[in-house]
């Protein structure tokens, strides 16, 4: 049984997935449906954590937007995601970054890493 479900789960996996960690700013481009046309739109903010494993892993963004905090969690093996794009790479010290969510303006940064 726990083979034909590895199986599945094998097929539905993304033979690309992008190389990115907590407190990193990525661009996600997530297909959206409005009645029978496909369009593309571009959610970008900074990953609060990753989760799971496998073809259920997944990833939380935050953004604020018009001063309001707009969180969205993504599939990460989803058909729906067309591609995640790392604008920044962020220096945090933690897995999960739930504490920006209490934050505003410049305490909300992430340092970024200088190479």
Do not use: C
Request: no cysteine.
């Amino acid at each position: 049984m726990n083979e034909i479900i590895r199986e599945i789960e094998a097929a539905q996996l993304k033979a690309e997935v992008p190389e990115f960690n907590t407190g990193d700013t990525v661009r996600v481009y997530g297909k959206i449906k409005e009645g029978n046309r496909e369009r593309v739109q571009v959610f970008e903010g900074i990953v609060l954590k990753k989760q799971g494993g496998g073809n259920r892993a997944t990833f939380t963004v935050r953004k604020t937007s018009n001063g309001v905090g707009v969180e969205k969690t993504w599939p990460l093996h989803s058909p729906n995601v067309e591609k995640v794009e790392v604008v920044r790479k962020g220096k945090v010290r933690r897995a999960k970054l739930f504490y920006l969510r209490d934050r505003v303006g410049k305490a909300a940064k992430v340092k970024e890493v200088v190479k």
